[in-house]
């Protein structure tokens, strides 16, 4: 069977990690990488055996044998990258989030409807062995519903500028909470129906950050969905470099908490002693890049579509929207 010829643009730490996986997709064959900073495109080229590495990633599509493209560019530039190569009539997976605005997103899928090629938006989560079995948990109905699912975390600005941008990169609430609200969806098999969200942004005029505009980058939001769960995510990427705050991931049930200990394990504890789920840990990306190669040579849906990405980033332009405000919004009314 004919390999799959893969061009991956981008060759920052989400490119590497691309072109590192599809250099392990025994179905695949990376053809090409296309970064403007040379060095970087040739470094990931000879790291993981591509054909060929390009400055100009207009260029890199015209490279024959092409047939899928891993995105991986600020997320302000997907909607460009992403539709060009549907046009050459090349399957697409996209890192997340799918886009910084919703219009970008509802191009995306839509070209990828009117050229028939496949589209898959990278939650790589939605792989993790840990998570699948949380599904399986919640699902059961052991500890009971609804539940509350809890992350927290904290950190310094961060060394991406483009990532803490309005524009490129949306900050921690386009580009971290969809993982959390794309994962929600996924563990509660329910869709968000209402947001609530309050925050700052630390780094406003930060040296750090010149010619930077930050978005909100410290808030908490919660989202409700229709199964009744709720999930809360209190998050930083504006603290003084040097310094971070605590860190918290568990869900609460009625019957029980359990406890994510870095998508490694679980522990649950009931009334009587706790259960340890160990040895859970699985690499997501790999696991993520087989199955999208898996689904174009088969014909088969991917697991992460482009509306997956589009519903967790309605769900992080609301919470923007509602920190501005101080009022919920609701998303039950909102054509998904």
């Known amino acids: ?73 600020p997320s302000g530039y997907h909607r460009e990258c992403a539709v060009a190569a549907m046009e050459h009539g090349y399957h697409v997976l996209c890192e997340k989030p799918i886009a910084v605005a919703e219009n970008d997103a509802l191009a995306m899928i839509q070209t990828a409807e009117r050229t028939g090629v496949t589209f898959a ?37 961060r060394f991406k500028l483009w990532i803490m941008d309005r524009t490129l990169g949306g900050g921690p609430i386009v580009d971290l909470a969809c993982h959390y609200f794309d994962q929600w969806r996924f563990l509660f098999d329910a869709d968000p129906v209402r947001v609530k969200a309050s925050g700052m942004t630390f780094s406003a005029g930060a040296p750090e950050l010149p010619g930077v505009e930050p978005e909100l980058d410290t808030a908490t939001v919660l989202v409700e969905y229709d199964s009744g769960d709720v999930g809360m995510i209190s998050v930083s990427w504006g603290l003084p470099r040097g310094t971070r705050g605590g860190g918290l991931e568990d ?38 890049t087989r199955a999208f190669a898996q689904a174009v040579l088969a014909g088969a849906p991917v697991s992460t579509t ?19 405000t101080g009022e919920a919004v609701e998303l039950a009314d909102r054509d998904h």
């Not at 024959?64 to 493209?69: K, M, N, T």
């Not at 792989?127 to 949380?134: G, K, V, W």
């Not at 482009?306 to 929207?321: C, F, H, N, P, Q």
């Open 1 to 73: 069977m004919a390999k799959l010829g893969v061009c991956v643009i981008g060759a920052g730490d989400m490119g590497r990690k691309h072109a590192e996986c599809w250099a392990q997709v025994e179905e695949a064959r990376l053809i090409a990488v296309a970064d403007p900073d040379v060095e970087r495109a040739r470094k990931s080229c000879e790291d993981h055996g591509a054909d060929r590495w390009f400055a100009d990633w207009r260029e890199a599509l015209e490279e024959p044998g092409i047939q899928a493209v891993s995105v991986c560019v």
């Open 251 to 288: 869900l609460l049930a009625p019957h029980g908490v359990v406890t994510v200990h870095g998508l490694q394990k679980l522990t649950i504890a009931r009334p009587g002693g706790e259960e340890v789920l160990d040895g859970l840990g699985n690499d997501m990306y790999l696991d993520q």
């Open 121 to 157: 938006v990278a939650f790589c989560k939605r792989f993790s062995n840990a998570l699948r079995r949380l599904r399986e948990i919640i699902a059961g109905g052991e500890l009971g519903r609804p539940v509350m699912y809890r992350f927290c975390t904290g950190w310094e600005i």
């Open 306 to 324: 482009g509306t997956d990405g589009l519903m967790a980033l309605r769900v992080s332009l609301a919470a923007i929207e509602s920190a501005r």
